[in-house]
C-alpha cells in the first residue's frame, strides 16, 4: 500500500512541479495567509488545465476557523464554481463558539453532492481532540483530515498523533499530517498506521513560500513516504 503526499500550492505552476515530483494531490489556497484562504475559481480552471491529479481548493474567507450564516451562502457558491472548475473535492474546516467541531456547519456544507473534502487544521485548535475525533468520524465523506496535532506543528503533535492513531484505525485512516512536517517524524508515523501527508514549505527551495514548488524535492518526499510506509507493511519473514 503507496502513501499518499498532498502538496500545498498557491498557482498552476506550483502544481505541475507538485505533479511532477510525483504528488498525488494538490491542496489550492489564494494566498498563504493564516494557514490558507480561498483560490479565485479561475484559478481552479488553470491548475485543472496542467495537472491529471486531484485538486482540492480551499473553503476559507476570513482569518479563524469561525463563520456565520451570512457567509455560509458564499461557501457553498465557492463549493459549487470550484467543482464546475473542475475540483475533485474541497478542503475546509469549521469550528463552534465553544471550540468544538461545528458539525453543523460541515454537514450542511457538504449535504449536496457525491465529493469527497478534506477537514483542515481546525482540529488542531479543538478543546478536546478525542471528542473532535469522535465527530469527525461521523461526517459525511469526510476522507481526510489535515492535522499536526498541535497548533505549533508537527514536532510538537507527535505524540499527540501517535496516540490518536495508534488508538483507532480509524483516526490513523483519516489522518493527513502536515504542518512543520520533518523527513524524521514519517517513519514514526508510518509505524502508527498513518499513510497520508501533507507539505507546503518542505516543497520549495530553502523552505520559502516565495519560491515555487520544486519538483526533485516533492519526489524527495515521495521516495520517503513510500519507503517508510512500504517497510511497515511488508509481511515478516518466518521465524
Known amino acids: 500500500m503507496a502513501g499518499l503526499l498532498e502538496v500545498l500550492v498557491l498557482h498552476d505552476n506550483d502544481a ?18 493564516d494557514g490558507g484562504m480561498s483560490p479565485e475559481p479561475r484559478m481552479v480552471e488553470r491548475v485543472r488545465a496542467v495537472t491529471t491529479i486531484q485538486v482540492r481548493p480551499m473553503v476559507r474567507l476570513r482569518e479563524g476557523f469561525g463563520t456565520d450564516g451570512g457567509e455560509f451562502t458564499r461557501l457553498r457558491g465557492l463549493i459549487a464554481s470550484y467543482r464546475d472548475a473542475g475540483a475533485d473535492g474541497v478542503v475546509f474546516g469549521f469550528l463552534n463558539g465553544i471550540g ?3 458539525r453543523e456547519v460541515c454537514a450542511a456544507l457538504t449535504e449536496e453532492g457525491t465529493w469527497p473534502w478534506t477537514f483542515h487544521r481546525a482540529v488542531d485548535s479543538v478543546l478536546d481532540a478525542d471528542k473532535a475525533w469522535r465527530a469527525l468520524l461521523r461526517l459525511p465523506r469526510l476522507d481526510q483530515v489535515l492535522t499536526a496535532g498541535s497548533p505549533r506543528g508537527v514536532d510538537a503533535g507527535l ?10 484505525a480509524g483516526i490513523a485512516a483519516l489522518m493527513m499530517v502536515g504542518g512543520g512536517l520533518l523527513p524524521e517524524h514519517v517513519p514514526w508515523l508510518a509505524r502508527a498506521g498513518v ?5 507546503g514549505r518542505p516543497a520549495r527551495p530553502l523552505g ?30 518466518a521465524g
Open 100 to 102: 468544538e467541531v461545528d
Open 195 to 199: 499513510r497520508a501527508f501533507h507539505i
Open 208 to 237: 520559502s513560500f516565495k519560491a515555487y514548488v520544486d519538483a526533485p524535492l516533492v519526489h524527495t518526499w515521495r521516495s520517503l513516504i513510500d519507503d517508510a510506509v512500504r517497510h511497515v507493511t511488508l509481511p515478516r519473514a
Open 159 to 168: 505524540d499527540e498523533l501517535l496516540r490518536l492513531a495508534r488508538a483507532d
Open 16 to 33: 505541475r512541479r507538485a505533479e511532477e515530483g510525483g504528488a498525488d494531490r494538490v491542496e489550492l489556497v489564494g494566498s498563504f495567509d
